[in-house]
């Protein structure tokens, strides 16, 4: 007999994954979490039905959120990711001699323990010295913060639910604030393929876009991602993704990434035209 996890992407639309096992499955006052072992994307985590990562993919994700602004703010020290209890961004971070301290928040203690329980090779980072965990709600966390981080990276998983205060014009706002004068946000900005998730990416970007004087978008394929296609934000006081791009200063790091180059990072700012054209209306 065989068994089959789907997620369903549109009412129209699902990802179907065969299963090998569910090594996993319980429910904390936030979500239900499950833990599944497969044959095309080894172990994966879904949250509510919808998968947060798998191992063979989260690579991708996790370097793409981390490396674009670590390759164009000169000198991060002291980085917040709201979110990021599986430790995947944390551990892209420690790759990098400057960064000091990393603050996670991260709302859910049972994800953090599944994650540490059953991903052990990117949960590891959760126990670096440079690594502080808190279990707290990203928007209260942050109120009151000023001029505190040089990175803020948003590593929720989406706009509904226990989550939703984390996209609000307060949060992006609190953001600012806690930012040091040349800080950078970045935060997962959902995929613009399908109809319904469209208004999502549409009210994040023109909420941080009236919040920071540089917003940019830019992309990557993820697999287990709706419609395979997902967007990142890139919001700042001062540093432009493309303008102040050093790639020749990043490569000689010698930092270990799958996905992530230097030619990948001007390339993941040229966007679809359908793309361009919906974050210009929100722009005007």
């Known amino acids: 007999m065989e068994f089959w996890f789907s997620e369903l992407h549109t009412d129209n639309v699902k990802l179907t994954i065969r299963i090998e096992k569910q090594l996993f499955s ?17 172990k994966f985590i879904s949250l509510d039905g919808e998968i947060v990562f798998s191992e063979k993919d989260e ?15 000169p000198h991060v020290k002291d980085v917040l990711i709201i979110g990021g209890g599986d430790g995947g961004v944390a551990k892209e971070l420690l790759q990098y001699d400057s960064v000091e301290h990393i603050d996670v928040v991260e709302v859910d203690k049972m994800f953090v323990d599944v994650s540490r329980q059953f991903f052990p090779e990117v949960a590891c980072a959760l126990e670096d010295p440079r690594v502080k965990v808190y279990y707290d709600d990203g928007l209260r966390f942050l109120r009151g913060k000023k001029a505190r981080y040089d990175l803020i990276i948003n590593d929720s998983t989406d706009p509904f639910g226990h989550t939703e205060g984390l996209f609000t014009k307060e949060f992006y706002g609190s953001c600012y604030n806690a930012l040091r004068e040349d800080g950078i946000m970045v ?27 540089i917003s940019r978008v830019y992309q990557a394929h993820i697999p287990t991602s709706p419609s395979g296609y997902w967007l990142f934000g890139f919001a700042s006081k001062k540093y432009h993704p493309i303008k102040d791009f050093r790639p020749e200063v990043w490569n000689a790091r010698k930092i270990e990434t799958w996905y992530y180059t230097t030619h990948l990072h001007i390339g993941a700012f040229m966007l679809p035209k359908y793309v361009e054209d919906l974050l210009e209306e929100e722009e005007r």
């Open 59 to 73: 690579f991708i994700y996790d370097e793409m959120v981390t490396h674009v602004p670590m390759a164009v703010h």
């Open 26 to 42: 319980g429910e904390s006052e936030y979500q239900k979490i499950d833990v599944f072992d497969s044959e095309e994307f080894g």
């Open 187 to 213: 935060y997962q900005h959902g995929s613009p393929f399908y109809d319904e998730d469209e208004m999502a990416c549409r009210n994040m970007h023109r909420k941080v876009f009236r919040s920071f004087p």
